[in-house]
């Protein structure tokens, strides 16, 4: 039994720490057989890392003096924070990297980046306080974490039908004037607010426009499409949107989702809503017309206007609902008929 244990705890002979050249006299440390980078905190100037490297590790190359760096193939990892805080202005990401961790680049002077058809995963804030402009998402890519390129001044970006959910914030605070939500995205959180953004495009995916979605943007028009079941609270909250229909299959307007719209005139909701939250419409000093003839008036702000054609069609629909049919019931030899708005066969009856 002693001996079993004394064999656990025995180091695996394998194991060695190589160390390279990365600048003047510093160096950065890979952990082998793992192949994992760390300590090249000190690092400056242009770096070729060794191709023993597997994993970048997290703060690799945190707060270097590294202007370039191009990353082998070996490398199918790109730690937390790996690169973040470094003059970096170029990198080569080899077609090998499946995951790019958070804050891996935030706080460098990166202007462009080509990932690779490799990468799966971007993390939260990857990309953040970047000089980044332009940015094209790999067809690989399904998750686009929390701020991953928040605080630059992108004014371009591609996001592919791979993705599948894109991170609170992950585009707020860029230079971002429109933008084409891919339709294998089924929620919109606020990943776009607070941009100069004066056009999006969301697509019959989308079942829930969420929190702050769009908040302090500048979108002067919006289709929502007949996917949409509930609009969360901020959802378009200090635009510049004139009118809005927001489309009979949402059944839920939380809290204040439309505050704030100076500029907004009228606004169409549907009549079958199941809950309107408060303050939806609260300063929009502009609303002379809201288009509605359910059972919430006594909750908006104006008095609103019930279409003919829309009241006809909720008459015919209760007359519908009251509307008595008669069905045929049978047991054995015995026939029954009944009538009733809806009808059923008594006990021991089957329709006929």
């Not at 597997?54 to 730690?79: C, E, H, Q, Y």
């Not at 004139?242 to 606004?267: E, M, Q, R």
């Not at 609303?287 to 006594?298: E, K």
Request: charged residues 15%.
């Amino acid at each position: 039994m002693v001996a079993g244990l004394l064999a656990t705890a025995t180091p695996n002979a394998s194991a060695e720490t190589r160390t390279f050249p990365c600048g003047g006299t510093a160096t950065y440390s890979v952990i082998m057989p793992a192949g994992a980078a760390l300590d090249g905190t000190n690092c400056s100037g242009t770096l070729v890392i060794d191709d023993s490297v597997k994993i970048i590790g997290d703060k690799a190359f945190l707060g270097a003096r590294l202007t370039s760096v191009t990353i082998p193939n070996s490398v199918t990892t790109i730690g937390e924070r790996a690169f973040a805080d470094t003059p970096l202005t170029s990198v080569t990401m080899p077609n090998s990297v499946t995951t790019i961790g958070e804050s891996a680049f935030s706080y460098t002077q990166l202007t462009s980046i080509t990932m690779p058809n490799s990468v799966k995963t971007i993390g939260r804030f990857a990309f953040a306080r970047t000089q980044l402009t332009s940015v094209t998402i790999p067809n690989s890519v399904t998750t686009i974490g929390n701020d991953a390129f928040a605080y630059t001044p992108l004014t371009s970006v591609t996001i592919p039908n791979s993705v599948t959910e894109i991170g609170a914030q992950a585009f707020s605070y860029t230079q971002l004037t429109s933008v084409t939500i891919p339709n294998s995205v089924t929620y919109i959180n606020s990943a776009f607010s607070d941009t100069p953004l004066t056009s999006v495009t969301i697509p019959s995916s989308i079942t829930k426009i969420g929190r702050r979605a769009f908040e302090n943007t500048l979108l002067t028009s919006v289709t929502i499409p007949r996917s949409v079941l509930r609009i969360e609270s901020y959802a378009f909250a200090n635009t510049r949107l004139t009118s809005v229909i927001v489309p009979d299959s949402v059944k839920i307007i939380d809290n204040l989702a439309f505050t704030g719209n100076l500029y907004l005139t009228t606004i169409s909701i549907p009549d079958g809503l199941l809950e309107l939250g408060e303050n939806v419409f609260e300063k929009n000093y502009s609303l002379t017309s809201i288009l509605y003839c359910g059972r919430f008036s006594a909750f908006l702000p104006i008095t609103p206007t019930c279409p003919p054609e829309r009241q006809a069609l909720i008459d015919a629909a209760a007359k519908a609902a009251t509307k008595k049919t008669t069905i045929t019931c049978v047991k054995g030899k015995l026939i029954k008929k009944v009538t009733a708005v809806k009808p059923v066969c008594p006990a021991g009856y089957k329709k006929k």
